[in-house]
């Protein structure tokens, strides 16, 4: 079975949990796209709801899809958010930003009743750290930010496009990181929050109350 019917499965299976009336932040990737093309159906079948993107992607998109849409100038909490990652683990632990939304993602996933995670089977790992771990920069400090993470072994790599420097919705630099030789994964975000200019990781950890990966022609959910 492909990756594209997997995602598209575990799409499927999370809208299940959209109700009338309800607030959900809508993720970024190509695995949110299913879950955009979904939702994009119930509206047309009349189901009202209003969504939160968190990325000027999702955005464009899911105004070309007709769901309606709000900021979170409007609103304290969503109902639900659903979204894609980078990896999880066994714990549910994730990796995300891989798109470069994860500043805004976790913003949307912290404000959230319900953060539910859609994958296909690949992004199941053992581990974290297979995936680089993204981490959103302000472009002043992120030369400086890179020396010193290169002195705690992490390997930064500035994420580049098109050869100039990958730039964020909210006008930032993304460094991925190797955080292969890590053992705590929760003194590494620690750590990392508290460097002056890093403004946020893409470790998402405790933040997922269920995943839901397609394997095969089926789904399997973990929840918290
Ligand atoms: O975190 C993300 C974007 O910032 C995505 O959820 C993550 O990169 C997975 O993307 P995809 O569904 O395309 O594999």
Known sequence: MSQKLEKQLAAKEAIKYVKNGMTIGLGTGSTAYYMLKELEQLVLNGLEIIGV????????????????????????RMDIYIDGTDEFDPYMQLIKGGGGALLREKVLAHNSNLVIIIADSTKEVRRLGEFKLPIETIPFATANIGRLL???????????????????????????????????????EGELKQIPGIVETGLFLDMAHKIIVGKGDKTVTLSR
């Open 150 to 188: 290169n002195k705690m072994n992490l390997h930064p790599i500035v994420r580049l496009k098109d050869g100039k420097n990958y730039i964020t919705d909210e006008g930032n630099y993304i460094l991925d990181l190797n955080i292969l030789n890590v053992s705590n994964l929760s003194v590494l």
């Open 53 to 76: 993107p968190s990325s000027e992607n999702t955005k464009k998109l899911a105004i070309e899809m007709g769901i309606p849409l709000t900021t979170l100038d409007k609103i304290d």
